[in-house]
């Protein structure tokens, strides 16, 4: 009788790591075929892209990792941009971005000069693209940092 139980629990287990990895696996393979593509003809912005049971949609950002002091600072910057991204495709939001570069005055002639970057984004839209989720983050062949979002669309 305990080995019934046993055994049936090992096969309950068993079967649910295997349906849990096929999803694993198409994402994996999703996010290598963006990386390929990305490689060859880079881009950034939004793309609708199918594969044989689903169509995604991609929002691609690139940025300058020397901008950023921390690795969440930048990854947030990312989510807020592919966000702009995806809302100016479906929804024709009017975003502006500028960079300010501030360096304060140093009171020696020896002393050294910081300079602090801000950039601030504003966006004027009438919609909401809510649940992108982070496909893949990797480095581009120029050293910048890439990162997909993507979000499953109907087809």
């Known amino acids: 009788m305990m080995r019934k139980f046993l055994l049936s629990v090992l096969l309950c287990s068993f079967t649910a790591m295997v349906y ?5 696996q198409e ?3 999703l996010s290598k075929f963006i990386e390929r593509m990305f490689n060859n003809a880079p881009f950034e912005g939004c793309r609708i ?6 169509s995604y949609l991609l929002s691609v950002v690139e940025l300058d990792k020397s901008k950023y002091k921390t690795s969440s600072v930048m990854n947030r910057v990312a989510q807020v941009k592919s966000q702009r991204n995806a809302g100016e495709f479906f929804n024709g939001t009017q975003s502006y971005s500028e ?4 360096t304060p005055k140093s009171e020696e002639k020896g002393g050294k000069e910081m300079a602090e970057t801000y950039e601030i984004i504003r ?3 009438t919609g909401f693209v ?4 982070l496909l893949t983050q990797f480095e581009s062949n120029n050293g910048t940092a890439v990162f997909v979002f993507y979000k499953k669309v109907n087809k």
């Open 49 to 54: 892209v199918d594969d044989y049971d689903n």
């Open 123 to 125: 966006t004027n839209s």
């Open 99 to 102: 960079i300010t570069i501030r």
């Open 27 to 29: 994402r994996i393979a």
């Open 20 to 24: 849990a990895q096929s999803f694993d």
């Open 130 to 133: 809510q649940q992108l989720a």
